[in-house]
């Protein structure tokens, strides 16, 4: 059985990302291990200094099965066994310690890109770009309100 990991942050990006990778209605296919992994956004300082660690981690849980919820039953309805947790801690090491457990594992990287941010890599060997879209928002107002008194 193939096995599948996927880092999930966004669900409609997700959706796009996997729907293609599913079979087509009529062919026949082996059923996979999905290993779903939610990405939660992180909360501010201000937000998460409130919260107590249980109440994080229950928010953590709540806000990934809310977002896989639909990749969960889309994936279970093709016969595919499905398994969720939540990421804790880095992402590569997550990716190491699943591979240990599960020999053979394809990992797809599903979050969504973030203007001006990097994302953490999920495997050793994954590529990082850097972004050059970093604008800083005094020119970028400055920039708008020059273009607004041109009119």
């Given at each position: 059985?193939?096995?599948?990991?996927?880092?999930?942050?966004?669900?409609?990006?997700?959706?796009?990302?996997?729907?293609?990778?599913?079979?087509?209605?009529?062919?026949?296919?082996?059923?996979?291990?999905?290993?779903?992994?939610?990405c939660?956004?992180?909360?501010?300082?201000?937000?998460?200094?409130?919260?107590?660690?249980?109440?994080?981690?229950?928010?953590?849980?709540?806000?990934?099965?809310?977002?896989?919820?639909?990749?969960?039953?889309?994936?279970?309805?093709?016969?595919?066994?499905?398994?969720?947790?939540?990421?804790?801690?880095?992402?590569?090491?997550?990716?190491?310690?699943?591979?240990?457990?599960?020999?053979?594992?394809?990992?797809?990287?599903?979050?969504?890109?973030?203007?001006?941010?990097?994302?953490d890599?999920?495997?050793?060997?994954?590529?990082?770009?850097?972004?050059?879209?970093?604008?800083?928002?005094?020119?970028?107002?400055i920039?708008?309100v020059?273009?607004?008194?041109?009119?």
């Amino acid at each position: 059985m193939e096995t599948f990991i996927v880092y999930i942050d966004n669900k409609q990006h997700a959706l796009q990302q996997l729907v293609p990778m599913l079979p087509e209605r009529g062919t026949q296919n082996a059923p996979a291990n999905w290993i779903l992994i939610g990405c939660p956004p992180r909360l501010n300082r201000h937000t998460g200094r409130w919260l107590t660690q249980t109440a994080l981690k229950k928010w953590r849980q709540e806000w990934t099965r809310d977002t896989v919820s639909e990749i969960v039953e889309l994936l279970e309805k093709y016969g595919n066994k499905v398994t969720t947790q939540v990421v804790q801690g880095s992402l590569v090491e997550l990716t190491q310690q699943i591979k240990r457990k599960v020999d053979a594992a394809r990992v797809i990287d599903a979050r969504r890109p973030k203007l001006a941010v990097n994302l953490d890599p999920v495997t050793p060997g994954q590529p990082q770009e850097k972004t050059a879209w970093l604008v800083p928002g005094g020119v970028a107002a400055i920039g708008a309100v020059i273009a607004l008194a041109s009119d």
